[in-house]
């Protein structure tokens, strides 16, 4: 192999694969065999990512439960929320002013940073017709990107398709414990974990070439076993991988303590270990706040905005926060009025959150005029 | 609804006029499902290729069949039957939503399918199952986080199983909602406390059964099925534990690993790694794709 260099590392091409994709030089302390095989592999990947460069990342951000979406981009101005929410509207000093119109809930200093540096684009009163209060009928139709009709692909699943139809491995990567309808897809299996130590099969060495050939199962014509076959290839394929590049990685940015933090961590590790995933989908749940949702709300959305300010600063230490957008959603918004435990029922609309270096920033589309809203709920202007 | 009755017994993608069908016998029996089902399991459809080992097994059915086709008479403790098959997405009794679980291909993920053939494992060598410390109080732990769960820990171990930790720093630092609330009503008692302290005292006062492992013996079930050679004992075996077999170089793999565990064809009864060698091979098999149709 020539001495290639990385331009972006400065260091000998070799050296690169070694320690670019997981962070710690390979030869240190694993075993030969292992060294080999994940060094194929990372050249592999590094070959197709090569190829595709410069890629775009999209990662996707569910905020499921409910977020209650005027408690997060607050219209502080408008007298209509100072009625409808006595005692949770938020007073003017404990809000980050965005503008003249609108601010960020208290705990939102991580994402307020990020809107003073241009990256934040807020899309008002996002929602689909005819909205379905229920979670999970709301959270399919969010999936799907096909409300009131029966689909079994989701969006991103069926864009992948489009765009990507060779449906190389790894495209997408779902970290959950149980896969989101959004990436199911035709063509892509999707890689799915949560804790990477987990996502690994027990046994003993002596059963690793046996194993290999045993999954290396050729067309049956039973559909069902083909698709059992293609997913245990997808896991063999990508857990080492996955497992290497998250405990590996080192990073000084302080991503807090919730769950959305321990995942942009991980996607951020698995960007820098050069994977070729151009979708990233992470959920973080807990927006159902029906009672006493100030304490509740003030824990997500500080781990929120923290996750998020240090997920880019992260980003820009790895050199790739040109690559990278965040989009954030949720199944619906929540109702205007609040309720009689200091808390708030089910909506329909809310704002749509896109944070990245390309991104239009500032204020998109119409706010849904609450004056109407009371018993009905936020109305959506701009159609999901 | 009849498409949904024969997605559960039979397979995904019934076929149309046989879907037109069965509605129509339904609607013309008032609703009956005992004819309804007797035209199913009478059908060639329900016996035919098409529908044959196309269903994926849910959690509690792999787990279950696997004690059955072990010969299990008696159900283990350990590795916990609830512990295993939430950790493959169907916690008992507890569905995620009121649609139920989604089922078949849902199950299947590359995560999940390594943990199915995790728990194949852990049920063939019980002794590698991981083992949660404090099982009994992972409730608290979810409700906490880690930082204010490990403070409580170190105070039940003082012998402290009263106050609520003073001082709120560490909490604060952590911003648990925990520090949020007892800041708002300003309580220095806590409910996730009382939590943990009754998870605590419950059992000091009704410390846990000692464990039941699934007590089997694969030696003595391929000896009584008289059998002597490595080649018969993966045909047995495969044909046991699948519904679909396991041919050509796949098979000779299989063959091959156990005759190399055991130095050559033959299978010593009397050895004393035999049992090991034989759970060696079957966890193969079960790690096999074939292995998750039903």
Redesign the interface.
Known sequence: MANIHCPKCNLPRREFLRSGLYGVSIGTGLPLLFSHTSLSIAAQAFQRGREERPERILVVVELAGGNDGMDAVIPWRDDNYRKLRPTLGASERALHRANEDYGFHSSLGGLKKLWDDGLVAIVHGCGYPNPDRSHFTSMEYWHTATPHQPETLGWVGRFADARWPDAKANTIVNITQKQSLAVQARRHSPVVFNNPDEFVRAGDALQADTYKKLINNPKSGNETLDFLTAISKTASDSSRMVREAVRGYQTPMPYGSTSLAADLRKVAALIHAGFPTRVYYVSYPGFDTHASQVAGRFYLLTGLGEGLRAFFDDLKRIGRANDVAVMMFSEFGRRVEENASAGTDHGTAGPMLVVSAKVKPGFHGQHPSLTSAGLAGIAFPADG | MARKLYRFFVR?DPDKTFEEKLSASLRQHNYEITPFFEEIFLSRDFYGPASY????KSPVQLVVSTYKKLGLTDAPTYPKFAAITSGL?QEIFYP????GWDGG??W????????R??VA??ILFPE?TPVIKDAHLQGTRRLT???LFNQLVEMAERGNLTDFPKGETGMVA????VS??SR?SGEDFNLFRDVFNAAVRAVRAVPPEAPREPQFDLGGMLRKAGLAEAPAAVDYLVQRFLR?P?TG??RE??V??IEK?MGGAKIDFSSYSIEKNLR?LL??IL????Y??S
């Open positions: 995904e080992a196309t269903q994926i997405g995620p939503n009121v649609k291909k849902a299947i993920n590359p995560a999940t399918i390594f943990q053939q995790n494992r852990y590698e986080g880690d930082f952590n911003r648990s909602t949020e609330t708002l679909t396991i170089e796949r793999s299989l091959r690993f565990q060696e966890h193969l790690s096999a794709p074939e998750q149709l």
